[in-house]
């Protein structure tokens, strides 16, 4: 018994100092220390000696059995230190990695600036739905039943009842339908047309509409506000005018062009919005009284605000996602 306990000890004295990753000390382990390793079938002759034998037997094989698990700890922690030390090794000389950073579309910023600009005059923010219905996209906006903008080459019908919105006016209707008077409110939004692409027109824009009904609301205030705005989002020096328009849902209506002088180029008006009074037509079929209320109403594009900005003369880089135009802004 002596002997074979000498033995063993030698053998795995020199298995240990083999070693050299934690996959082979764990197999170590298994074969020697584990409940099914040479020292569990030492320890079962152990209890088959006589009497006599088994004090001295005993005390050794435990004493050898302790020293060498602490012989084999040491070992495991060493290579376990080794082996964190060389995954954190950090090489400074390699080139690094580019992280790249997102950013707001430009149209975005934008839209973000003009909600900015309006907050500030007090208008709260609404939106609707973009998939609407004839009735709120046309009837509740007072276009006769066979208004051109109703044709199939405008609108992209989704069955007689429903469409794709063409304006962000249709909100307006919901908002005096569901809305406690005065409504003060920009309407951001995506409208859809079935126009010809091209640089000028895209199937898909932005808009932001506002609306202002109250008791005593009049076109003074409705020019002083577009005023102050354009003054504010193009610069003081801005140079716009006001021309009479029409709008089924606004009476009178009227269009604000801006002064445009791309360089080199020879400068024009370009229109951005269209505007005027809420007709009292719609005013009464969405259940406000027109003798006591007046509103105006007006709807900002937003692609064209943008492209005079910031000198863009064609509106499907907005669309196309090109990195090259986004990471200019
Ligand atoms: N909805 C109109 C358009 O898309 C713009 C507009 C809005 C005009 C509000 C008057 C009042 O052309």
């Known amino acids: ?66 020293e060498l698990n602490e012989i084999f700890k040491n070992k495991q922690a060493q290579l376990k230190a080794e082996k964190a030390e060389s995954e954190n090794y950090i090489d400074l000389t390699l080139p690094g990695k580019k992280r790249e950073l997102g950013s707001y579309h430009l149209l975005t910023q934008t839209l973000r600036e003009i909600k900015g600009i309006f907050g500030k005059l007090g208008f709260s923010i609404h939106e609707g739905p973009e998939l609407e219905s004839d009735y709120y996209n046309f009837e509740a906006l007072n276009f006769p039943p066979d208004h051109p903008a109703r044709d199939m080459q405008d609108t992209f019908f989704i069955n007689d009842k429903f469409l794709l919105r063409t304006h962000t006016s249709p909100v307006q209707a919901r908002l005096m339908q569901s809305r406690d008077l005065p409504i003060r409110a920009i309407i951001p939004g995506k409208v859809y047309r079935n126009e010809a692409i091209s640089a000028k027109s895209y199937c898909l824009f932005h808009q932001v509409e506002g609306l202002y009904i109250d008791t005593d609301v009049t076109f003074a205030e409705l020019v002083g506000t577009l005023v102050s705005f354009a003054r504010e989002f193009f610069g003081e020096d801005v140079k716009y005018r006001f021309r009479p328009s029409f709008f089924p ?81």
Do not use: H
């Open 1 to 66: 018994m002596l002997e074979k306990i000498e033995k063993l000890e030698a053998e795995i004295k020199e298995a240990i100092s083999k070693i050299t990753d934690l996959k082979s000390a764990e197999e170590l382990r298994i074969k020697y220390f584990s409940k099914k390793g040479e020292f569990t079938r030492l320890f079962d002759e152990f209890r088959n000696l006589p009497k006599e034998e088994k004090p001295k037997i005993g005390q050794l094989l435990n004493k050898v059995k302790n």
């Open 249 to 329: 849902f606004t009476e009178p209506s009227a269009e604000v062009d801006i002064w445009w002088e791309p360089s080199g180029k020879e400068g024009r008006w370009l229109e951005i919005l269209g505007c005027g009074m809420v007709d009292p037509n719609v005013l009464e079929f969405n259940g406000i009284d027109s003798e006591k209320y007046t509103g105006y109403a007006f709807g900002l594009g937003i692609e064209r605000m943008t492209m005079l900005k910031y000198g863009i003369d064609d509106i499907r880089v907005f669309f196309d996602n090109d990195k090259r135009f986004l990471e200019q802004f």
